[in-house]
Each structure stands twice: as C-alpha cells, then as structure tokens.
C-alpha cells in the first residue's frame, strides 16, 4: 500500500470535495451559525464592533451580544467585508479555516513525529478528522470550534517548540495564540494551557524544562491580566460573557440538554466510533497474520493528554453538545495514529 504524498493530497481533496463543497452554496444551517454569520455580517455593516457585538441589525438600538466573546465574529466580519453581503460567506470562512487548520495539523505532526520517519501520519490523521461526522457537521454551520481550534492548534505547535528549544519566546508566541483561542470561543478553549505542564512531566530528566513550562503556565495569565486591566472594553465585556455564559451555566439558568454530566464522553466515544471501529480492525488485521508490532505509547501520550484536557472539564456542565468534543477528536484521532505508527507502516509496506 504506498501511501505517497500525492495520493494524500489526492484523498484530502477529494474529501474537501466530496464532504465540504457541496455546502459551499448551499442555503440553511444550525441556529447557532445564523446567529454567528449575522453578527459578524453586522460588524463588516458598522453596526456593532469587536467589544459590542451584535445580532439585531440596528444602529440606534443595539442590545449587544455577550453570550461569546468576540474575536471570530470581528475575523469573519472581513469575509463579508471581502465578499460582500451574500449567504454563503460564512461558508466560505469556515472551509477557509478548515484549510488553515490542516496547514497546522501537518506542522504539528512533523513537531511530534520526524516526518521523515513517518510521511503518512499528517495525512491520515487529517483524513480521519475530516470525514468524522461531528467534524463535517460542525464545519458546515459555522461554529466557533473551527476558530478556536486553529488558534488551539497553533498555540500546542508554539508550545512544543518552546520545549524542543528551550526558549521563553516561543512560548510567549504559545500564549498568544492561546489568548486568541479564549477570545474565539472562551474558557473551552483553555486546554493548551496543560501542554507545558504535560510536558515537563514526560520529559523531567532535564531541570532546565521546568522554567519553559512555568513560562508556558503564567504568560499567559500575564498577558490576559494586561490586556484586561489596560483595556476597560474588554474588562465589561470579558466580565458580560462569564456572567451569562459561565455562571448561568454552571447554575444551570442557561439551557441544559442533559441530567448526566458523564453523558459527553459517551457522546465522545460515539462520535469517535468509526475510528475506533477501524482501530479494532487494523489491530485484529496485524494480529491475525501474526505481525510482531510495537504501539508507539511514548509518542502518543502527549496528544492523548491533551485530548482529555480538551474533554474532561466538558463533565463541569449539563450543557452538553456532540461539536464541543471537536479539539478533543482531533488529538485523540492524533494519538491513536501515533500510537498503532508501526502497525501502519506495516500495511504501507505490504
């Protein structure tokens, strides 16, 4: 089975083509997504900016949005901007971001594993992403995980080079985007937050790692305490989201869908069932012939760690929706193909 870079590029292609474009033009989606494209159409308008964002399209009477903060709002407002008033802008700016975001998953790929070494990883874990139903879903209806993923994603990239180097800069460069992250969606997006720490824990030989993920831990408690302090905008509305969104939720004020907080990781698990299906069946395929095959736990413990960091604090909350597992697919998705690396390289080489 030659897995060449080609036939990557091909297969990636063909599922953008088959799972992504046919929404492209299409009319129609999840009400949260209206609300989102409205919003951001709004803004590109002049009606609402970054720190009042909002949904109902009048400038003398404005009641601002604060049920998420800003920032993809005031990034799609750009599309709309760019493309002018039209239905399927907001779809546009979602394939856009998914691009980007498989632009990073190759690069965070090649920080974990020498591409090299394996090629095929990148691709297969992208493949398996994108052909996820929640992922497909998600993506066409124009929710906030898409963004906060990317800058999720760039933010673990930043982090592993910090480690790998040994530099403060880099994660200076992880912790902004982190912030980004946290403007984009808000606190689900905090998770990257653990990669420092993971990391000095599997790599504790060396004192020297302990200082990068201190400055991986607290920069971005720094920056966030800079920005919020110097810029009163930010404070009301930083202040508005968690009010509505953070504490109703947790008191359950806002809308609840569920009366076990276990219910996630069962709709986790249930999401991420075809994956899994083939894992079985790719482990039952190597065994049957009697293939001698080692599972790369080493290398896959990180993105398994940062999974769970991206699922477990969903367990705080009966609000509970199938798209909110999306970062926590991807690096689960990540870490099972690292994980069964060797049993892959068999089929590439048979």
């Given at each position: 089975?030659?897995?060449?870079?080609?036939?990557?590029?091909?297969?990636?292609?063909?599922?953008?083509?088959?799972?992504?474009?046919?929404?492209?033009?299409?009319?129609?989606?999840?009400?949260?997504?209206?609300?989102?494209?409205?919003?951001?159409?709004?803004?590109?308008?002049?009606?609402?900016?970054?720190?009042?964002?909002s949904?109902?399209?009048?400038?003398?009477?404005?009641?601002?949005?604060?049920?998420?903060?800003?920032?993809?709002?005031?990034?799609?407002?750009?599309?709309?901007?760019?493309?002018?008033?039209?239905?399927?802008?907001?779809?546009?700016?979602?394939?856009?971001?998914?691009?980007?975001?498989?632009?990073?998953?190759?690069?965070?790929?090649?920080?974990?594993?020498?591409?090299?070494?394996?090629?095929?990883?990148?691709?297969?874990?992208?493949?398996?992403?994108?052909?996820?139903?929640?992922?497909?879903?998600?993506?066409?209806?124009?929710?906030?995980?898409?963004?906060?993923?990317?800058?999720?994603?760039?933010?673990?990239?930043?982090?592993?080079?910090?480690?790998?180097k040994?530099?403060?800069?880099?994660?200076?460069?992880?912790?902004?985007?982190?912030?980004?992250?946290?403007?984009?969606?808000?606190?689900?997006?905090?998770?990257?937050?653990?990669?420092?720490?993971?990391?000095?824990?599997?790599?504790?030989?060396?004192?020297?790692?302990?200082?990068?993920?201190?400055?991986?831990?607290?920069?971005p408690?720094?920056?966030?305490?800079?920005?919020y302090?110097?810029?009163?905008?930010?404070?009301?509305?930083?202040?508005?989201?968690?009010?509505?969104?953070?504490?109703?939720?947790?008191?359950?004020?806002?809308?609840?869908?569920?009366?076990?907080?276990?219910?996630?990781?069962?709709?986790?698990?249930?999401e991420?069932g075809?994956?899994?299906?083939?894992?079985?069946l790719?482990?039952?395929l190597?065994?049957?012939?009697?293939?001698?095959?080692n599972?790369?736990l080493?290398?896959?413990?990180?993105?398994?760690?940062?999974?769970?960091?991206?699922?477990?604090?969903?367990?705080?909350?009966?609000?509970?929706?199938?798209?909110?597992?999306?970062?926590?697919?991807?690096y689960?998705?990540?870490?099972?193909v690292?994980?069964?690396?060797?049993?892959?390289?068999?089929?590439?080489?048979?």
């Amino acid at each position: 089975m030659n897995f060449s870079k080609n036939w990557a590029t091909i297969l990636i292609s063909s599922a953008i083509i088959l799972f992504y474009l046919p929404k492209l033009f299409s009319q129609g989606m999840f009400l949260d997504g209206i609300v989102y494209a409205s919003i951001s159409r709004n803004m590109a308008l002049g009606i609402g900016d970054f720190f009042h964002p909002s949904y109902i399209p009048f400038k003398h009477f404005i009641p601002y949005f604060s049920e998420h903060l800003s920032l993809t709002f005031y990034l799609e407002s750009f599309f709309f901007k760019v493309f002018g008033d039209h239905y399927w802008v907001e779809n546009v700016y979602s394939i856009f971001v998914l691009l980007f975001s498989i632009f990073l998953m190759r690069l965070e790929c090649k920080n974990l594993v020498k591409d090299k070494e394996s090629p095929f990883i990148s691709p297969i874990v992208i493949l398996l992403f994108m052909t996820s139903p929640v992922i497909i879903w998600t993506y066409s209806n124009n929710m906030l995980e898409g963004t906060m993923l990317l800058f999720c994603i760039s933010s673990n990239i930043f982090y592993l080079k910090a480690h790998s180097k040994r530099s403060v800069f880099y994660s200076l460069i992880a912790s902004v985007f982190l912030l980004l992250a946290f403007f984009s969606k808000g606190v689900t997006a905090l998770f990257p937050l653990m990669t420092p720490f993971y990391l000095y824990i599997l790599d504790s030989k060396d004192k020297r790692n302990i200082s990068i993920a201190l400055s991986g831990l607290l920069l971005p408690l720094i920056l966030f305490s800079v920005f919020y302090v110097s810029i009163p905008p930010l404070n009301i509305q930083v202040n508005a989201y968690f009010n509505q969104q953070i504490v109703n939720t947790l008191l359950h004020q806002n809308a609840v869908n569920h009366t076990n907080r276990l219910n996630i990781l069962v709709v986790f698990c249930s999401e991420l069932g075809i994956v899994l299906g083939l894992t079985i069946l790719l482990v039952f395929l190597t065994r049957n012939l009697k293939v001698k095959l080692n599972f790369q736990l080493k290398e896959a413990r990180l993105p398994f760690l940062i999974g769970l960091s991206a699922l477990l604090p969903l367990c705080m909350s009966l609000r509970q929706h199938a798209y909110y597992v999306v970062p926590a697919i991807y690096y689960v998705i990540l870490g099972l193909v690292i994980l069964f690396r060797s049993h892959l390289e068999w089929l590439k080489f048979n």
